[in-house]
């Protein structure tokens, strides 16, 4: 089955940096990446996703990329505020298969 | 905007007892999904039901059953609480119209069995 590692578990940055998560995929069929983010004590939400057909997508501060060769994709923040603090959680899925997710990874924002 | 509910936030069961988790969702989707969150394994999907009285096992099924008798409703069950089946337990649905589709969360069930 799909196995997802997700790097770093940890991310600590100033207000106004950019933060870049890291995810790999083991099976060559995923063609379905999504990005959910889970504010504490809330429930996940998807943030952006991406499909295989496309190399990046961005949807104002965030954006996806993708490198299918490679098999991984990125989740990339610029201009980080406080409110983007959470747990953020990749995920693949292809042909008739469910969203394996990566262990998540907890980004803080400080002022 | 679609509704994922879950009947309880908090629960707290002792060894060996049945308990069951609901989950309703409002906005007719076909496809509703059983998650377990434990703090640095992410994501685990326990069981999911692509229609009404379908099930499919996930990667962590072990311990627990499901039913879906409406399509609006998914119940999780554990049939003998134990205690490394405390954690957080959502559930979420999605419409059904393709395999990948954005999921939609529920608030959770923090479960402790003691």
């Known amino acids: 089955g799909e196995n997802v590692e997700q790097h770093p578990s940890t991310l600590s940055v100033q207000e106004g940096d950019s933060a870049v998560i890291k995810c790999t995929y083991s099976?060559?069929?995923?063609?379905?990446f999504p990005w959910y983010k889970q504010e504490l004590g809330k429930r996940p939400q998807l943030i952006i996703d991406?499909?295989?057909?496309?190399g990046e997508k961005k949807d104002q501060r965030i954006a996806v990329t993708l490198n299918k060769t490679a098999k991984h994709f990125s989740l990339h923040i610029t201009e980080t505020q406080p409110e983007d603090s959470a747990v953020y959680f990749c995920?693949?899925?292809?042909?008739?298969?469910?969203?394996?997710f990566g262990k998540g990874t907890m980004l803080l924002v400080s002022p | 905007d679609v509704k994922v509910t879950q009947s309880s936030r908090y629960l707290v069961k002792r060894t060996g007892e049945k308990v069951f988790l609901e989950c309703v969702q409002d906005?007719?989707?076909?496809?509703m999904f059983w998650y377990r969150q434990d703090p640095g394994l992410g994501l685990r999907l326990i069981y999911f039901?692509?229609?009404?009285?379908?099930?499919e096992k996930g990667d962590i099924p072990e311990g627990y059953s499901v039913s879906r008798e409406k399509k609006e409703r998914f119940s999780l069950i554990l049939e003998s609480a134990s205690t490394n089946q405390t954690s957080m337990y959502l559930c979420?649905?999605?419409?059904?119209?393709?395999?990948?589709?954005?999921?939609?969360f529920g608030s959770g069930t923090q479960l402790s069995v003691l």
């Open positions: 099976d060559s069929a995923s063609n379905y």
């Open positions: 979420a649905s999605s419409l059904g119209q393709a395999v990948n589709e954005k999921l939609f």
């Open positions: 039901s692509y229609d009404v009285k379908m099930k």
């Open positions: 995920a693949a899925s292809g042909g008739y298969s469910t969203l394996t």
């Open positions: 991406i499909r295989s057909n496309v």
């Open positions: 906005m007719d989707h076909e496809n």
